[in-house]
């Protein structure tokens, strides 16, 4: 099994499905292609992503270009390693969640790009600031009714964990205090949950 990554400073997309496989226990072969270079999507198509996009999974005939499939193709071939909550109400939920990142936040994504290096407080628009009052409200809900028993939104640590570490990630970079936006506690703690994970961890150490 192969992963090819972007740059860890910068691609989220890539952290998704990358803290997925570590958590899963799968061994696999990270594959690293240097980001904002002239021949980057070049390197990426003759590396086998099937897009010319990273990330992508090559599991031997098996090729996926999208973070949220490739998680979900690990927690089909890792059942043991609970990626969905095992309760089909929960596991609803959380897929919910994973998509809502996965197709949600533009203003979030496009105006605190994710960067590991960047420490610094900015000013944030009103349509960036409404996802961030969503997203408190999406983690606050969820911990509240099915985080009992862990850490994370739903406990244990799961895909709809690794779709929003790199969300914490930003608030942690830009400064965004999330008790500005209606938190009361639970989200900025779930925040920190996710950047203490030794996957986490892992990842941050190989910028």
């Known amino acids: 099994m192969e992963l090819l990554i972007g740059d860890k400073q910068w691609s989220s997309w890539s952290m998704r499905p990358w803290l997925v496989a570590r958590r899963a226990g799968a061994e696999f072969t990270e594959t690293l292609i240097r980001l904002r270079q002239p021949d980057t999507r070049e390197r990426i198509l003759a590396a086998g992503s099937p897009t010319g996009l990273l990330p992508a999974l090559i599991d031997g005939e098996v090729r996926i270009g999208d973070s949220l499939a490739i998680s979900e193709y690990l927690a089909?071939?890792?059942p043991a390693a609970g990626l969905w909550p095992t309760d089909p109400v929960a596991r609803a939920h959380a897929r919910a969640a994973a998509a809502e990142m996965h197709s949600g936040f533009s203003s979030l994504r496009g105006e605190?790009?994710?960067?590991?290096?960047?420490?610094?407080?900015?000013e944030l628009s009103a349509a960036t600031g409404a996802d961030i009052h969503r997203v408190v409200a999406l983690w606050s809900e969820l911990r509240a009714r099915f985080g009992a028993?862990?850490?994370?939104?739903?406990?244990?640590?799961?895909?709809?964990?690794?779709?929003?570490?790199?969300?914490a990630t930003r608030f942690r970079s830009y400064g965004v205090k999330l008790s500005d936006y209606g938190d009361r506690g639970a989200a900025a703690?779930?925040?920190?949950?996710?950047?203490?994970?030794?996957?986490?961890k892992a990842w941050e150490a190989g910028i």
């Open 149 to 167: 028993g862990g850490d994370f939104l739903f406990g244990g640590w799961g895909i709809a964990d690794a779709m929003f570490t790199p969300v």
């Open 76 to 78: 089909e071939r890792f």
């Open 112 to 122: 605190c790009p994710m960067d590991l290096k960047v420490m610094e407080t900015v």
């Open 189 to 200: 703690a779930y925040a920190s949950a996710l950047l203490e994970t030794p996957e986490f």
